[in-house]
């Protein structure tokens, strides 16, 4: 649990924009945990500059929270973060990645 401005937060709930938005990067769905963790590195790469500290924070506290799932945590994350974040997909009419197997 995090607690950030007086709310208790789970991992998935507070990381879930930033995982979010890699899982949509990679094109891929569910999103294989190398994958995943790739694309959220090579994301604070790219954003160094370009977000304050606490943002790139996010990213960073993201990427290890998915280090420390297995395969299979991460698959259900997949999920879990696109179902925290339907509504908003909705409305703003963002695609998401269809559902794609894949080899690990």
Do not use: W
């Amino acid at each position: 649990m995090i607690n950030y401005q007086g709310g208790d937060f789970s991992e998935t709930e507070f990381y879930g924009r930033e995982i979010l938005e890699a899982i949509q990067l990679t094109n891929k769905f569910p999103t294989p945990k190398k994958v995943l963790i790739d694309m959220l590195e090579e994301m604070i790469h790219e954003q160094l500059d370009l977000i304050d500290k606490e943002e790139l924070n996010h990213y960073i506290h993201a990427k290890k929270y998915v280090q420390t799932l297995t395969e299979e945590e991460v698959k259900n994350l997949c999920f879990e973060v696109k179902d925290l974040y339907e509504d908003v997909l909705k409305e703003f009419e963002i695609n998401f990645p269809k559902n794609i197997t894949h080899d690990n």
